[in-house]
C-alpha cells in the first residue's frame, strides 16, 4: 500500500534557466582573471580592486540573466503549456485493470486510457460512453447499447462490438475485478457491429453503474500486449511510461475518436507517497496539481494568489466498525454507547474542518443518502447510561481493542482513546501494517473495534453480507438491499437503501466517523482538473495549464 | 602449612580505583570535580531534570496525555498549554514529560544489555584460549556490519512495533562496539604483572575478569556507555519514526517527532519542543561520559589523587600489619600455584 518515491523530474523550465545562467557567467572569468594577474605586477594593496571588478561581474551576469529571464517570461507570458505534471498519493503496483485491486487503477486509467461502455459523471451519475444510448426492457432484464460509430483503439483497431462481447465474457470467465459485481448476468452478445444486449437473469439496479466502472471497460481482442506495464485502450491518452511506484506518462492521442479531444499533449502523473515532499513539489513547481493534500498542510497555500485549493465531494466513509460477534461489541448497548460518546464534529476540526460528517453507511453522492448525523448526537451522559445498562462501571472498565492499519496516522487512535475513555471505556489502539490488518480484521475477523477508510462507492451491499468483517447480520436489511436492486425504479431503489441504511445505523453496526472530502491544491493557471471524485476518477482530457 | 594461607587474594589490583578512600567519598569528589566545568555542569543537570520528569510524569502531568481537544490542535504556546497543544490538541509539554520515562527505561535497559553483552563478548576475546578468541574476534567484526537500523526492522517482524525492538537493536549493535573498542585495553591488562601472579596464584579466570580487567577498561565503558545511552535515544525517534520503535500510544520523544514532522512546514514549533529534548540529552549524555572518565581516573583528576591521598594517610596506622599479610601471602604464593593446578581448568586463562 505504500508507495515508495524514487527519483525525481526536473522540470523543462527549471533545467534551461539553470544552463542558461551557467552561460551567462562565463564572461565573469575575465574581469577575475584580471584581478589575478595585476597584483604580480603592482604587488601592492590589490584586494579593494579584486573586490570590485568581482563585484562588478556579478552585477554583469546578474543584469544578463534577469534580463533574459524577462525576455522569455514575455514571450512565454499567457502560453498554454505542452506538459502538465499532476501530484497523486497512492502509485498502483501495475497496470493491469482486470486483476490487480486498488482505486489507483481506476483513477489513472479509466476514461483516460480504458474506456467503459457507458461512464460516470462528476456527480457520480452514468453517462454515456463508448455507448452513445441504450434501452432498458420493461422487466429490467434486457440492456441494449448503441455504440458510437468510428471508434478507435489506439493502434488504429475499429472498437466494435463484438470487442464489448469478448470483454465482458472475458470478465466473467476469468473472475476478474468487478465480474463479482454484475449480479445475475446471463449472457452478452452483439446483433450487429454497432449493437450489444446483454441480459439479466434478474433484475439488478445497479447494472449501469457498475458497468461505468471496471465491469464496462472494453479492450481491443486483437491487440496483445503485457498488461501489467502496458495498455491499449480506445480513450483519449497513450500511455507512453509507466515506472512502477514513480511516474505515469500519457500522451494525448492524435487520432482519438471522440470529442472530448485531449487538451494537453503531455500529462505527466507522480507519485508522492510523503505528504510534505507532495507539497514542497507543488510549491517548487514540480507539479502543477496535487490531489490529495492533507487538509492541515494545504493552509499553506490558502490565501496564496498563486494557489488554488478546494476540497470535492467523495465516497470516502472512515468506518469504526464494530465486530457484531466481538465478546463485548455484540451488546447493542455497548455499541450505541460508543456512537453516542464520539465527538465528530471535535475529529473534523482537528483534521483541517473540510471533512463532512456521516450518520450512516451512504454517502451523499451513493443513492439511498439521506442525512443520518441526528440518530447520534454527541451525548456522553446517555453512552455512561447504556454502558451501566450492560453491566459496565467504574470498577468494571470496559476494555475494546482498536486494530488499525498505520496508513492512516495514529492521531484518530489517539482522539478515539481520549474521547473514550470519558464515558468509562479503556481503548487498547493497535496501529498495525496494513498487511497485519487484512489477516486479523478482514479476514479472520478478531477485532473488537477497527476503522478504514471504505472508499468504494454503491458499496452497501457491505451490510448486506453477514459474512463480511463487519459479522453484521440483519435480515431486515438483506431483504431491502435485495429488493432495491431487483426493482427496475430507481426510486423506489433509493428509497428502500435509505430505509435500509437507516436501520444499519440505527443498530450501531458501526460508526462513521467522517466523509473524508478530498482537498486538491493547484497553481493558478491550471483549469480542468476534477475536484469531485477524483480518487477514483480522474478525467484529463480538458486540464490545461497557461503559465502566468 | 596452615590452611588459612591458601585462601585465594581477596582484593583486585586498583587501577582504576586506587586507595582506600570509601565508595560514597569517592562519588563526592568525583561529583564536585564535575560541577566545576560548565558544560559537566549542564550535563548533570539535564541528566538529573531527565530522571526528575520522569518520575514526576508517572504521578503527574500538567494535562492530563489523554486529553485531546479537536477544536484546539497546534496552538502556540499559552498559559494552559506552555508548549502548545499538537495535532489531537494535546498537550505537549505534558507528553514530552510522560515520553522521558519511557526514554529513559529504553536507555537504562539499552545501557545495560549492551553492557552485559559487551563485557561477555571481551570476556571471551581476551580468553587464553586462543580458539574461542579468535572466533569470538572474527564473530563480532562480522556482526558489527549489522546496522541497527537493519536489526530493528528483523526483529519488528515478529515482535511489531515495541520497546523490546529499540532495546535489543540497540543493546546488541552497541554491545559489539563495546566489545571491540574496550578489547584492546583489557588484553594490555590481561598481559600485566598483576593479573599474571594473580593467575599463578590460582584466582579464577571469572575473578580476575570482574576484578583486574573490569577496573581497568571503566573508562572506556563510561564514554562508551552514556554515547550509547545518548545514541539510543537518537535511535528510539528514528526508529519510531519508521513505524518499528515505541508503538503509537505510549508516549515517547521518537512518537511527538513523528506525529508533528509531517507539519514541519505549517506548525514548525510542534517539531522545535521534542526535537530541542532529544538534542539537549543526547548533548549531556556525551559530556556526561567525558566528564565521567576524566573525573572517576585520579591520573586526569588531581582533586581525586589529593582526596585518595589524604584519604591514604588518614589509614596509615594499619599499614605495618598489611605489609606483614602482604609478605606472609607471598610466603605462601608457590602452595597457591598447587593449589590452582589441583583446582582444576577454571584458572589461569588468562
Not at chain 1, 47 to 58: D, I, R
Not at chain 1, 169 to 189: I, N, T
Not at chain 2, 3 to 10: A, C, I, S, Y
Not at chain 2, 201 to 212: D, P
Request: contains cysteine; glycine residues 8%; proline residues 5%.
Amino acid at each position: 500500500m505504500n508507495a515508495d518515491r524514487h527519483g525525481t523530474h526536473a522540470h523543462d523550465s527549471v533545467t534551461a534557466t539553470d544552463t542558461d545562467a551557467a552561460q551567462e557567467s562565463g564572461p565573469s572569468t575575465d574581469p577575475e582573471l584580471n584581478a589575478r594577474i595585476r597584483p604580480m605586477r603592482s604587488g601592492g594593496n590589490t584586494l579593494p580592486w579584486k573586490l570590485l571588478s568581482l563585484l562588478l561581474a556579478l552585477a554583469l551576469a546578474f543584469s544578463l540573466w534577469t534580463g533574459h529571464r524577462g525576455a522569455t517570461g514575455q514571450a512565454e507570458g499567457g502560453t498554454v503549456a505542452d506538459s502538465v505534471t499532476v501530484g497523486l498519493k497512492l502509485a498502483p503496483t501495475n497496470l493491469d485493470i482486470r486483476n490487480q485491486s486498488g482505486t489507483a487503477l481506476d483513477q489513472l486509467l479509466i476514461g483516460n486510457v480504458y474506456q467503459g461502455l457507458v461512464s460516470r459523471d462528476s456527480r457520480n451519475r452514468v453517462r454515456p460512453g463508448l455507448a452513445r444510448t441504450w434501452n432498458v426492457s420493461e422487466d429490467g432484464l434486457v440492456y441494449t447499447f448503441n455504440l458510437h460509430e468510428g471508434i478507435r483503439f489506439s493502434n488504429n483497431h475499429a472498437l466494435r462490438a463484438q470487442d464489448v462481447v469478448d470483454s465482458i465474457r472475458g470478465l466473467m470467465a476469468g473472475h476478474y475485478q468487478g465480474s463479482e459485481m454484475l449480479e445475475g448476468f446471463q449472457d452478452v452478445e452483439a446483433t450487429d457491429p454497432l449493437t450489444v444486449r446483454l441480459t439479466l437473469s434478474r433484475p439488478y439496479q445497479d447494472l449501469l453503474w457498475q458497468l461505468s466502472g471496471r465491469a464496462g471497460l472494453v479492450f481491443d481482442r486483437r491487440a496483445h500486449y503485457d498488461m501489467k506495464t502496458q495498455a491499449v485502450g480506445s480513450g483519449p491518452y497513450l500511455l507512453e511510461s509507466f515506472r512502477p511506484n514513480d511516474s505515469v506518462t500519457l500522451k494525448a492521442d492524435p487520432h482519438y475518436w471522440g470529442s472530448d479531444k485531449p487538451k494537453t499533449p503531455t500529462i505527466v502523473i507522480r507519485y508522492l507517497n510523503d505528504d510534505n515532499a507532495a507539497v514542497n513539489a507543488l510549491r517548487s513547481g514540480d507539479v502543477q496539481v496535487l490531489a490529495p493534500v492533507t487538509e492541515n498542510l494545504a493552509s499553506s497555500f490558502r490565501n496564496n494568489p498563486d494557489f488554488q485549493v478546494k476540497e470535492g465531494n467523495d465516497t470516502d466513509k472512515y468506518v469504526l466498525a464494530m465486530n457484531g460477534k466481538g465478546a463485548a461489541t455484540s451488546d447493542p448497548r455497548v455499541r450505541k454507547a460508543i456512537r453516542y460518546a464520539i465527538d465528530h464534529r471535535q475529529l473534523i476540526a482537528s483534521r483541517g474542518g473540510s471533512d463532512r460528517a456521516l450518520g450512516g453507511p451512504i454517502p451523499s453522492l451513493d443513492p439511498g443518502y439521506q442525512d443520518l448525523t441526528g440518530l447520534y448526537p454527541h451525548d456522553p451522559e446517555q453512552a455512561r447510561r447504556l454502558l451501566s445498562q450492560a453491566g459496565y462501571g467504574p470498577d468494571h472498565r470496559l476494555k475494546l481493542r482498536l486494530t488499525y492499519a498505520n496508513t492512516y496516522g495514529s492521531e484518530l487512535g489517539d482522539q478515539l482513546r481520549s474521547q473514550l475513555r470519558q464515558v468509562g471505556i479503556d481503548l487498547d489502539v493497535r496501529v498495525v501494517e496494513f498487511s497485519v490488518w487484512l489477516q486479523d480484521v478482514h479476514a479472520n475477523k478478531d477485532y473488537d473495534l477497527s476503522l478504514v477508510d471504505h472508499g468504494e462507492s454503491h458499496d452497501f451491499h457491505q451490510w448486506a453480507n453477514p459474512n463480511y468483517y463487519y459479522n453484521y447480520d440483519n435480515h431486515q436489511v438483506q431483504e431491502l438491499y435485495q429488493k432495491a436492486m431487483a426493482t427496475t425504479s430507481a426510486d423506489d431503489s433509493n428509497r428502500l437503501l435509505a430505509q435500509a441504511a437507516r436501520i444499519v445505523s440505527n443498530d450501531a453496526a458501526a460508526d462513521w466517523l467522517f466523509n473524508y472530502r478530498v482537498t486538491t491544491a493547484w497553481r493558478t493557471g491550471l483549469e480542468g482538473f476534477p475536484v469531485d471524485l477524483n480518487q477514483s476518477l480522474m478525467p484529463l482530457s480538458d486540464v490545461t495549464y497557461r503559465r502566468g | 602449612m596452615s590452611w588459612e594461607h591458601t585462601d585465594r587474594p581477596r582484593r583486585g589490583s586498583r587501577a582504576a580505583f586506587p586507595g582506600r578512600l570509601g565508595f560514597l567519598g569517592r562519588m563526592r569528589v568525583v561529583l564536585a570535580s564535575m560541577w566545576r566545568k560548565a558544560s559537566e555542569r549542564y550535563s548533570l543537570i539535564v541528566l538529573v531534570m531527565w530522571i526528575l520528569f520522569s518520575l514526576v510524569s508517572r504521578f503527574w502531568t500538567p494535562v492530563p496525555i489523554w486529553t485531546t481537544d479537536g477544536y484546539r490542535i497546534w496552538q502556540a504556546p499559552s498559559r494552559d498549554h506552555l508548549l502548545g497543544t499538537d495535532g489531537t490538541g494535546a498537550d505537549i509539554l505534558s507528553w514530552l514529560m510522560a515520553g522521558s520515562a519511557t526514554n529513559l527505561a529504553i536507555s537504562l535497559l539499552a545501557v545495560l544489555l549492551s553492557g552485559v553483552l559487551g563485557l561477555l563478548l571481551v570476556m571471551a576475546m581476551v580468553s587464553r584460549r586462543s580458539g574461542v578468541s579468535q572466533v569470538v574476534v572474527v564473530l563480532v567484526d562480522a556482526l558489527i556490519s549489522l546496522p541497527t537500523v537493519l536489526l530493528a526492522l528483523i526483529l519488528a517482524v515478529p515482535l511489531g512495533p515495541s520497546i523490546a525492538v529499540v532495546v535489543v537493536a540497540c543493546g546488541f549493535g552497541y554491545g559489539l562496539n563495546l566489545a571491540r573498542i574496550v578489547r584492546p585495553q583489557a588484553l594490555l591488562a590481561a598481559e600485566s604483572d598483576y593479573v599474571q601472579s594473580a593467575r599463578h596464584s590460582g584466582v579464577g579466570s571469572f575473578r580476575i575478569f570482574c576484578t583486574h580487567l573490569v577496573p581497568n577498561v571503566i573508562p572506556v565503558l563510561c564514554v562508551q556507555l552514556s554515547m550509547s545511552a545518548g545514541t539510543s535515544v537518537l535511535a528510539e525517534a528514528g526508529l519510531t519514526y519508521l513505524g518499528v520503535g515505541v508503538p503509537s500510544g505510549l508516549p515517547s520523544w521518537g512518537h511527538s517527532l513523528t506525529t508533528s514532522v509531517k507539519f514541519i512546514n505549517v506548525f514548525p514549533l510542534t517539531v522545535l519542543w521534542p526535537g530541542l529534548v532529544v538534542t539537549m540529552v543526547v548533548v549531556a549524555l556525551n559530556l556526561f561520559g567525558d566528564a565521567l572518565r576524566d573525573a572517576i581516573d585520579p591520573v586526569t583528576n588531581p582533586g581525586l589523587r589529593a582526596a585518595v591521598a589524604a584519604a591514604g594517610r588518614s589509614a596509615l596506622q594499619p599499614a605495618p600489619q598489611a605489609v606483614s599479610a602482604q609478605l606472609d601471602d607471598s610466603d605462601h604464593l608457590v602452595e597457591n600455584a598447587m593449589y590452582a593446578g589441583e583446582g582444576g581448568n577454571d584458572v589461569a586463562k588468562y
